[in-house]
């Protein structure tokens, strides 16, 4: 539904100049024809907020803008239409959000971080007042999931959503599975392409991964999923030795964001979903999402399996998603903020983490003597874990480390055998574990 359409400019205060947006800068100025005639109407940036008004920029600034250090300069200005909010971060980025809406201001957000902690209080005084709160460039970059999960897919029922959520992380995994550099080079690279988080402990981390999760699972099941409850593991610590055995399984190692429906062992609904590590067969679409590229599986009832592939960040890819929103907030689309009318999202019905099935690929590293390979079975199958495959490489002095493939088993039954093992001594190393698709 639309409001009735206004001629005038949608004035926009940009607060942000960093890589998303000067990107903005740049793409408005690039399809401002194109913007017209999609809007219509031209959409203009007033003031833009930075910290540091000093600093030397890679976007020119808009011949219509001025730079500003006051917040207040955007959120108080009557003029001002909509905030754009690229600042990033949690608490300026929610108290500017918040004044921009006291002030009868659209907001338009990538800030994946702010919207998966307090997303439903902001969500619902936007609704209150009737204005939009948008926000696709939060999550998976260029792709255009938030809308597709609002709009597109409301004829459907989601089971599961499954996606490589984080471009730094990925690019990172792509640079050490090709051998070409190690983890805290492609870091660095990722860092001065613009791809990471200011605080990039985030992307390695698997936060921000689980900061995009969490808004999915709102999109797609109209539920608040506590982050204290998601189970979330980066790839910090992860080796490039479990990157070559994975690959001779067949495997490529990605950082995934999951979300399904599943019975529990009573038989009710209940919604699993966590951030981790895992192996993915590389027959499969998701294994060859390389680079900064993003991607998303959904399943759903009616539609079967859909697969969104992209660019996860960057200056333009993510600009587009943050032009898309404001086009949509100058031509008056309605503030359909979650895609639910109900604004007060009830909590998720959340699976226990020991009941999560996966299938496991496990690294042990033991003493190379007789009987120790039969006392792992003997571990796993006392927890009714049955091996699909194994491998044994030569180790270093009498040590050697075994790898094993596991048929699909819970997280409860993988974690007891391990422990069984470390208990009977059978480890030299601590376990290495993930999970296979
Ligand atoms: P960035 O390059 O670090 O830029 C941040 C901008 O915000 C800078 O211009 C900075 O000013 C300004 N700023 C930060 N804190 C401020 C404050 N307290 N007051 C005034 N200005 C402040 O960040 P970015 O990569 O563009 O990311 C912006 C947002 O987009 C974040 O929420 C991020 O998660 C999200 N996002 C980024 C990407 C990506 O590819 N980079 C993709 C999707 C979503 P100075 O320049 O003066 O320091
Ligand atoms: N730091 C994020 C990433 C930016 O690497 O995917 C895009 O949200």
Do not use: W
Request: charge should be neutral.
């Amino acid at each position: 539904m639309r409001q009735p359409p206004d001629s005038r400019p949608l004035v926009v205060g940009l607060a942000g100049f960093g890589t998303v947006g000067g990107g903005l800068a740049r793409l408005l100025e690039e399809n401002a024809e194109l913007t017209r005639l999609r809007a219509g109407r031209d959409i203009v940036i007033k003031r833009v907020l930075v910290r540091d008004a000093r600093k030397a920029r890679n976007a020119p600034l808009p011949a219509t803008a001025v730079l500003t250090t006051d917040p207040a300069a955007l959120t108080d200005d009557p003029q001002i239409d909509a905030l754009a909010e690229l600042i990033g971060g949690i608490d300026q980025a929610r108290a500017l959000i918040g004044r921009a809406l006291d002030r009868g201001k659209h907001i338009v957000t990538a800030n994946k971080a702010l919207l998966a902690e307090e997303g439903p209080a902001l969500f619902k005084k936007a609704e209150s007042m009737a204005l939009a709160l948008r926000y696709e460039a939060a999550v998976a970059g260029a792709i255009p999931i938030v809308q597709t999960l609002k709009e597109s897919l409301t004829g459907n029922r989601v089971i599961s959503l499954l996606g490589i959520l984080n471009g730094t992380s990925n690019y990172i995994l792509s640079e050490m599975t090709s051998g070409n550099v190690d983890f805290s080079a492609a870091l660095e690279q990722a860092q001065e392409l613009g791809y990471a988080e200011a605080d990039p402990t985030l992307d390695i981390d698997g936060h921000d991964t689980a900061h995009k999760l969490i808004l999915l699972i709102r999109l797609a099941y109209g539920v608040h999923y506590p982050y204290a409850a998601l189970s979330i593991r980066g790839i910090r610590n992860l080796s490039t030795m479990d990157i070559r055995l994975a690959g001779e399984f067949g495997y490529s190692i990605k950082l995934i964001g999951q979300a399904r429906e599943v019975s529990d062992a009573d038989g009710r609904m209940r919604l699993e979903a966590g951030v981790f590590p895992a192996l993915v067969y590389n027959r499969y679409l998701l294994a060859r999402v390389s680079g900064v590229y993003n991607a998303v599986r959904v399943e759903a009832n009616a539609a079967g399996s859909l697969f969104f592939h992209g660019r996860g960040a960057g200056d333009l890819p993510t600009a587009g998603a943050v032009l898309s929103d404001l086009v949509a907030v100058a031509r008056g689309d309605r503030a359909d903020n979650t895609g639910f009318v109900r604004q007060d999202l009830p909590a998720a019905a959340v699976l226990p983490r020991e009941e999560g099935r996966s299938s496991f690929y496990a690294r042990l590293t033991v003493r190379d003597r007789p009987g120790v390979l039969r006392d792992l079975a003997g571990a796993m199958a006392a927890e009714e874990v049955s091996v699909a495959q194994m491998i044994q490489k030569s180790g270093e002095g009498d040590t050697a480390p075994l790898v094993f493939m596991t048929h699909e088993t819970t997280t409860r039954a993988m974690n007891n055998s391990l422990k069984r093992m470390v208990d009977a001594g059978l480890l030299t190393e601590p376990a290495v574990c993930y999970r296979v698709l």
